[in-house]
């Protein structure tokens, strides 16, 4: 049923999408002459939601994300084989990633252990937090920079904060405002050996409220992977997709793909909730 609806609405030839989907073409169409099963039937209308997500979220969507989508749509498990055999069909895929790390070398006023150790799992919220900053283009030339501190028991951001400039404020105030959002917590903090992290400045901030200060090893992007891992993901879901023109566009889009990814992104390693349903059950 896909191949020939595909067939039918993009032109796409029989043979291209027999062989795609791994089909004798006189077993199609010997399978065109027999009345459908209840599963090819729904087959039909998981392409067109296919489609409809894909074009929804502009192309974001792999078939690991279109299968949670789909599960909560339908309020059952598909296989992953079956929904990305289908948006092969539809010749439909994600966007594609792009990735840079420059490490920047620095003098420290001070250094803390490397306490989180890789050790990314966290039993509550609020155990462990991790934390960085990373940059983005908008109006041609024009930088902005991106101070976020995530959960690591869900993954959700706990705080964020969009600026102009790279400095030891930018760091503060994301702090701050993850203290206000949960105040009397105590988790560990764990970031890269960026300037405003070894700060004497920080780590005071941090001994007043109580916080355990991690840091990574030089040059080891790894040991901060899932600050790294929603960056990533960031940029190809929604920055790679647009243009900004000003420090207010960019800053309303980074603002609604953050609430899109802490209250509507479902997430497979947690159990295909979004992070903050994940949090609700937690607390």
């Known amino acids: 049923m896909a191949i020939r609806e595909v067939h039918e609405e993009d032109r796409f030839t029989l043979e291209l999408l027999c062989e795609l989907a791994g089909v004798a073409r006189s077993a199609y169409y010997k399978w065109t002459k027999r009345c459908p099963t209840e599963?090819?039937?729904?087959?039909?209308?998981?392409l067109a939601e296919?489609?409809?997500?894909?074009?929804?979220?502009?192309?974001i969507y792999g078939y690991r994300q279109m299968k949670l989508q789909l599960d909560r749509r339908h309020g059952r498990k598909f296989n992953y084989k079956r929904i990305y055999r289908l948006m092969r069909v539809a010749d439909i895929q994600s966007v594609i990633r792009r990735k840079k790390r420059r490490y920047i070398p620095s003098t420290p006023d001070h250094v803390a252990e490397?306490?989180?150790?890789?050790?990314?799992?966290a039993a509550q919220p609020n155990e462990k937090w991790?934390?960085?900053?990373?940059?983005?283009?908008?109006?041609?030339?024009?930088?902005?920079y991106l101070s976020a501190?995530?959960?690591?028991?869900?993954?959700?951001?706990?705080?964020w904060v969009l600026g102009r400039s790279n400095n030891n404020a930018l760091v503060f105030e994301t702090l701050?405002?993850?203290?206000?959002?949960?105040?009397?917590?105590?988790?560990?903090?764990?970031?890269?050996?960026?300037?405003?992290?070894?700060?004497k400045q920080f780590k005071t901030k941090l001994k007043k409220a109580g916080i355990i200060q991690s840091m990574s090893r030089v040059g080891s992007c790894i040991d901060n992977a899932p600050m790294e891992s929603f960056w990533g993901t960031l940029k190809c879901e929604e920055f790679h997709l647009n243009t900004y023109q000003t420090f207010e566009e960019l800053r309303k889009a980074i603002e609604a793909y953050i609430h899109y990814y802490n209250n509507e992104r479902l997430q497979v390693q947690l159990n295909g909730l979004s992070p903050m349903e994940y949090r609700a059950k937690a607390a």
Do not use: M, W
């Open 39 to 46: 599963e090819e039937k729904l087959n039909t209308v998981l």
């Open 50 to 59: 296919i489609r409809e997500l894909h074009h929804e979220r502009k192309g």
């Open 114 to 121: 490397n306490v989180l150790n890789r050790d990314f799992h």
């Open 130 to 144: 991790v934390t960085d900053i990373t940059e983005f283009k908008y109006g041609g030339e024009c930088k902005a």
């Open 149 to 159: 501190i995530r959960d690591l028991h869900d993954g959700s951001l706990v705080a």
């Open 176 to 199: 701050d405002q993850a203290l206000r959002a949960e105040p009397d917590v105590t988790p560990v903090l764990h970031s890269d050996r960026g300037f405003q992290y070894t700060s």
